[in-house]
């Protein structure tokens, strides 16, 4: 809770909301909407620039839970901020470079029904003195009718080696375009269509990898929970 406090005190004079019609008044008084949110802040003396966008929930009636909410949302870009800014000082001190580094942080929500939000996260980032520009990709999934996050071996059955599975299928669908590591399956978001898989250069090795992958509900229903049946996704 301290350090979101000292980042939104360092960037308020710089912030501001960007204009937008996300609000979606055709749901239910009750339900949870959500408004995109963000700031710019470029640093001329420090070399840097920082392009953030992210949602900021709105719950009416149900404070406790737009709450925690946006507090996880706060706390996945603090940590996207202070990352960036700890690793532009360790490489301007390795590379004495002083030219731009930047850091874009932006999301898309993949599925808020049934009490489900499903929210991707792409971080890209660059610092002056490296070639490439990084992608980073980080999800978040909550069920807000019981109140947790939602965990991977929540939507399979516990007998099932869905694991497994999944890590053969990403690398059927990403076939000779990129290798796939093992654990291309820990980053996760819930769609009407199937589980989505956001790919980065830590889960995906090559030029041509994809952003993404999408496995089907349809292939994989055989070893899915009832969790996903009460959210009316088979």
């Known amino acids: 809770m301290r350090l979101i406090t000292i980042f939104f005190v360092l960037f308020i004079s710089t ?3 960007i204009p937008t019609n996300v609000l979606n008044t055709t749901l239910p008084l009750n339900a ?4 995109k949110q963000g700031f710019n802040k470029l ?3 420090l070399h840097y620039e920082l392009n953030i966008s ?5 719950y009416k009636d149900k404070f406790d839970i737009e709450h925690k909410i946006n507090i996880d949302i706060q706390s996945i870009m603090a940590f996207a901020i202070s990352d960036f800014m700890k690793k532009m000082y360790h490489t301007k001190n390795e ?6 580094s930047f850091l874009n942080l932006d999301y898309q929500v993949h599925f808020q029904e049934h009490g489900i939000l499903s929210i991707a996260f792409a ?6 003195g490296l070639e490439d520009v990084r992608n980073i990709k980080l999800s978040y999934n909550y069920d807000y009718i019981h109140k947790r996050n939602i965990q991977l071996n929540d939507l399979f059955l516990p007998e099932s080696d869905y694991k497994t599975r999944l890590h053969q299928l ?9 290798k796939v ?11 009407k269509d199937g589980l989505l898989f956001p790919l980065d250069y830590n889960r995906c090795k090559g030029k041509n990898c994809p952003h993404e992958v999408l496995i089907k509900w349809t292939e994989i229903e055989d070893i899915t929970s009832d969790f996903i049946r009460s959210i009316e996704l088979l």
């Open 123 to 128: 971080k890209e980032t660059y610092y002056n």
């Open 54 to 58: 992210y949602p900021f929930v709105h």
């Open 32 to 35: 949870l909407e959500i408004e």
């Open 95 to 100: 590379k004495g470079a002083i030219g731009l």
């Open 181 to 191: 590591k093992k654990e291309s399956y820990s980053i996760f978001c819930i769609n």
């Open 170 to 178: 990403i690398k059927e669908k990403v076939g000779s375009d990129g």
């Open 43 to 45: 640093n001329s003396s």
């Open 15 to 17: 912030s501001f909301q």
